[in-house]
């Protein structure tokens, strides 16, 4: 006989619920037997308890993953932009430098301590110069002679 065709006249228990049998017309054991009710053991709803605290972990960290990464990306885009900066204001920088020292020397050109401005202006009268003595033309025809 298989254990399915057994069936007890009073109310019976299978893993923790209350199943509930009629009589049975043709019983193979009589007599009057003691309910046993099967509680979950301590173990079971204590495993119970931490599965579903892991698929709570497993859970939280998937979406802290996600927000982990996108602000990884964004670092990684800010990085770029940083160091695109840094470039450029190196080299504004130099022009700058640049600057300052065509600044600086024009700043010690024009200030008193090389050269002073004019502040009058002197006129002198035209002085006649002895012309020079004038110089014969040369010929341009010359006999030249080729490899000798």
Known sequence: MSRSSIRYMDKTYLYGQQVDTSTVSNPVIYGKFPKHIVKKSPSEKINKILSTLLMGLVVLSLVSYYFVSDREKIMNNLGRDIVALSNENIELQNKIDNLHSFNKVDAIIQGKTFL????????????????????????????WSMGY
């Open 116 to 143: 002073d401005t004019a502040k009058t202006v002197i006129e002198i009268p035209a002085v006649n110069m002895a012309s020079a003595p004038k110089i014969k033309p040369v010929p341009v025809n010359y006999n």
